[in-house]
C-alpha cells in the first residue's frame, strides 16, 4: 500500500483476523438467521423486529460518539479515555431505565401488548454494552483487532446457542431478543477482560469539551442513519402488521448480507488507518478508489446475482412461507449495492475532521429517505422497498461525490476504477439469465439455484481477473504483509 509500512502491517494484519471472524460470524449468522426463520412464523419473526428496531440504539447512544474522536484524535489522555467511559456509562444507564418506563408506550404504539416485556429486557443491552465501549474504541485506535474479533466470535456464537434454544422450547419471538441480551452480555464481558486498559476515578470537563465537538457531530450522524435504517421498519409494523414486516425485514437482512457483514468490518479497520494520515488527502484517495473496487468486486455480482435467482433463493433457504418477500428481495438489491460503494465514506469524513460535512448530507439523507417511505407505503412493503430504491438512487451517488470533493477528486476516477468489475457482472448477468431460461422448469429448487450460482461464479471469476487484474495484485498485497505485528497502545497514542 502507500501508506508507510507499518500502517500497511497493521491493515493487513487487521484484514486477516477481520476475514478469519467473518466466515465464522457469517456462517454462524446465517445458520442462525435460517434455522430461527424455520421455528418461527413471520409474524413471531416481525414481533421481534418490532423490539429490535430500538436494539441498533445501543452502539448510537453508547459513548456519543465520543468513541469516535478517541480514535481520531492524534493525541489522546488518560483524563479523555476516563471521561470517554463515564460519560457513556451515564448514558447507558440512563437509556436502559428509559427504555423499561416506556415499554409500554411502545407496545401501545404498534398494539402489540406482548412486546412490553420484550422491549424491557433488551433494554438492558444499553448499560451492559456501555461498559466495553470505550474499550473496544483504544483498541481498535490501537488496531488490535485480534482481540476485538476474538471476543465478537465467542459472543456471537453464545448468543447463537441461546436463541436456538429458546426458540425449540417454543418461546417464539423471545428467542431473538433473548439472542441479542447474551450476545451483548458474553461481548461486554470478553472485552473487559481482554482489555488491558481500566477506567480511573477522574472526570474531566476539558477533555469533554475537547472531544465533544466531534462527539456530537458524529452522534448526530449516528442518530440519522439509526432513524433511516428503522424508520421503514417502524412505518410498516405500525400500519401494514407483524407479518408485513416479517416478509420485509428478511428481505433486508438478506440484502445487506452480501455487503454489511464486508463493510462493516472494513470500516473498523479502515478509520483508525485513515486518522493516522488525515493529513495526506491523497493517499487516503488512492486508497478509497481501491478499497470500492474490493468491496465491488464481491458485492455487485453478488446483488446482481440474487436478483436473477431470487425466487429459489427464497424458496429453497428460508421456505415457501416466504414467498410475498421475492419482490422486496429483487428491489432492495439494487438498494444494497448503492450502498455498498460508500462503504468508508463516513469514515473518510471522519477522519478529515468533516464531521460537519457529514451530518449535513446525513440530514438530507434522511429526509430523503422518510419522504419515500411514507410515500411507498400506500403500496405495502414493495411501494416501500421502491420508494428505497429511488431515494437511494438520488442520494447515494450524491455522497460519493461529497467524498471525492473532500479529498480532491474527480468522481470519475472512482468509477473508471469500477470498470472491470461492472464489465464481468455484465457478462456473468447474461450467462445466468440464458441458463435460467435453458434449465427445466421441473428441476428443483434446489438444483435449479446450485446450477445457476455455479454458472455465475464460473463465467464471473475469470472475466473480472482478465478485465480488472488489479484485484489480483491487492489479494498478493495483503498475502504479503499478513502476518504482521500491530503497533502498542503507547505508541499510537
Known amino acids: ?80 479515555r476516563s471521561t470517554v467511559f463515564w460519560t457513556g456509562l451515564l448514558v447507558g444507564g440512563s437509556m436502559t431505565i428509559l427504555g423499561i418506563a416506556t415499554a409500554g408506550l411502545v407496545a401501545d404504539f404498534y398494539g402489540q401488548p406482548e412486546i412490553k416485556p ?31 474479533e476474538v471476543r465478537m466470535m465467542i459472543g456471537t456464537a453464545l448468543g447463537a446457542i441461546v436463541g436456538i434454544a429458546v426458540a425449540v422450547a417454543g418461546y417464539g419471538a423471545w428467542a431473538i431478543v433473548w439472542q441479542q441480551v447474551a450476545t451483548t452480555v458474553a461481548s461486554t464481558v470478553l472485552l473487559v477482560l481482554l482489555s488491558p486498559w481500566r477506567p480511573r476515578f477522574t472526570f474531566s470537563l476539558a477533555s469533554l469539551r475537547r472531544l465533544g465537538g466531534f462527539g456530537a457531530n458524529v452522534f448526530g450522524q449516528r442518530l440519522l442513519y439509526y432513524l433511516h435504517r428503522n424508520i421503514d421498519n417502524l412505518l410498516i409494523g405500525r400500519f401494514l402488521g407483524p407479518a408485513a414486516l416479517g416478509a420485509y425485514s ?46 465491488g468486486a464481491v458485492s455487485i455480482p453478488s446483488l446482481v446475482g440474487l436478483v436473477v435467482v431470487a425466487p429459489e433463493f427464497v424458496t429453497v433457504v428460508l421456505g415457501d412461507q416466504w414467498s410475498s418477500m421475492v419482490p422486496v428481495l429483487r428491489i432492495l438489491a439494487w438498494v444494497g449495492l448503492l450502498q455498498s460503494l460508500q462503504t468508508t465514506n463516513g469514515d473518510i469524513l471522519q477522519a478529515l475532521d468533516r ?42 451517488p450524491l455522497y460519493a461525490s461529497i467524498t ?44 435449479r439455484l446450485a446450477v445457476m450460482a455455479g454458472v455465475g461464479i464460473v463465467v464471473y471469476l475469470p472475466v473480472c481477473i482478465w478485465r480488472a487484474p488489479e484485484l489480483v495484485a491487492e489479494a498478493r498485497r495483503l498475502w504479503s504483509i499478513r502476518g504482521r505485528s500491530t503497533p502498542t497502545l503507547e505508541a499510537a497514542t
Open 1 to 80: 500500500m502507500d501508506a508507510p509500512e507499518s500502517l500497511a502491517q497493521s491493515v493487513g494484519r487487521g484484514l486477516a483476523w477481520k476475514a478469519v471472524s467473518q466466515v465464522a460470524l457469517q456462517l454462524s449468522r446465517i445458520g442462525v438467521a435460517v434455522v430461527l426463520a424455520r421455528l418461527l412464523t413471520p409474524s413471531e419473526y416481525g414481533l421481534a423486529g418490532m423490539v429490535l428496531i430500538f436494539a441498533s440504539l445501543v452502539i448510537v447512544f453508547s459513548d456519543l460518539g465520543l468513541g469516535a474522536a478517541l480514535v481520531q484524535r492524534p493525541v489522546i489522555l488518560e483524563g479523555d
Open 118 to 148: 420484550m422491549f424491557a429486557v433488551l433494554s438492558i443491552t444499553f448499560v451492559l454494552s456501555s461498559l466495553g465501549t470505550t474499550q473496544a474504541s483504544l483498541l481498535m485506535r490501537t488496531m488490535d483487532f485480534r482481540t476485538l
Open 250 to 295: 428478511v428481505a433486508y437482512n438478506v440484502m445487506l448480507v452480501p455487503f454489511s457483514r464486508l463493510s462493516g468490518p472494513l470500516q473498523e479497520v479502515f478509520f483508525p488507518a485513515f486518522a493516522r494520515i488525515q493529513d495526506d488527502p491523497s493517499r487516503i484517495a488512492a486508497l478509497w478508489v481501491r478499497l470500492i473496487r474490493v468491496v
Open 355 to 396: 464531521t460537519s460535512t457529514l451530518l449535513r448530507y446525513t440530514i438530507l439523507f434522511f429526509m430523503a429517505h422518510l419522504v419515500a417511505f411514507v410515500v411507498g407505503l400506500h403500496w405495502g412493503i414493495v411501494g416501500v422497498a421502491c420508494g428505497y430504491a429511488v431515494s437511494s438512487t438520488v442520494v447515494e
Open 404 to 447: 471525492a470533493r473532500a479529498l480532491g477528486i474527480q468522481l470519475r476516477t472512482v468509477l473508471r476504477g469500477l470498470s472491470g468489475v461492472a464489465q464481468a457482472t455484465l457478462v456473468m448477468l447474461f450467462a445466468v439469465l440464458g441458463v435460467r431460461l435453458l434449465i427445466s422448469p421441473e428441476l428443483s429448487p434446489f438444483l
